[in-house]
């Protein structure tokens, strides 16, 4: 193990939310989401956190995190397992305070969308969880799946066609949830 600077070992502990997020969305379970942090940190700290940018040390620990639980499921045998986004998710989707209706609109469309993208084959999931909703860049993507960018480019479009045909509104009424409007959150293009 190299030694570490201080900046490095701050540049890498400032990405503790995400790692946690993404684990939890990988494992299901918040215990086994705390164990693959500590397991992402452990290996980081013996391969020895290497002095990158920000965002090149953010891809390595999502890639090192990933690669632990791919190992955990090696381990237990079974399959992989995703949930929809923890409720801190929430704050990248502010709804006005101010107005109680659009508020609820809004809850029902989050709500809409996390089970929606539960609904979505693995390898789609991962990537719109990874650029849609920790704004991961392809590249980024591609490095921590292991894959061609343009693979990522492909599962994503894959998932948000079929996010949007889920989430669209059939024969006049709302498709999955109560109001007449659908979220856009994953359904942009990038």
């Known amino acids: 193990m190299g030694s570490i600077t201080p900046i490095a070992q701050q540049a890498t502990l400032d990405h503790s939310d995400l790692l946690y997020r993404y684990a939890r969305a990988l494992s299901r379970h918040p215990q086994d989401a705390e164990d693959l942090v500590q397991e992402t940190y ?39 397992e995703w949930v929809g986004l923890d409720n801190d998710q929430a704050a990248l989707h502010p709804t006005p305070e101010h107005d109680p209706q659009m508020a609820l609109i809004a809850s029902l469309e989050r709500d809409a969308l996390r089970r929606a993208v539960q609904t979505l084959p693995l390898t789609q999931r991962e990537v719109v969880m990874l650029r849609d ?30 996010l949007k045909a889920q989430l669209e509104p059939r024969d006049g009424r709302p498709a999955q949830h109560e109001v007449g409007h659908r979220p856009a959150a994953c359904l942009s293009a990038s």
């Open 133 to 162: 909703f920790e704004g991961l860049s392809y590249r980024e993507i591609a490095a921590i799946l292991g894959c061609p960018a343009g693979t990522v480019m492909s599962r994503l479009a894959r998932a948000r066609n079929q």
């Open 42 to 80: 452990s290996r980081a700290l013996r391969a020895g956190i290497p002095d990158r940018p920000a965002e090149q040390l953010k891809a390595w620990l999502l890639a090192i995190l990933r690669n632990a639980w791919l190992n955990t499921l090696r381990q237990r045998r079974r399959g992989p």
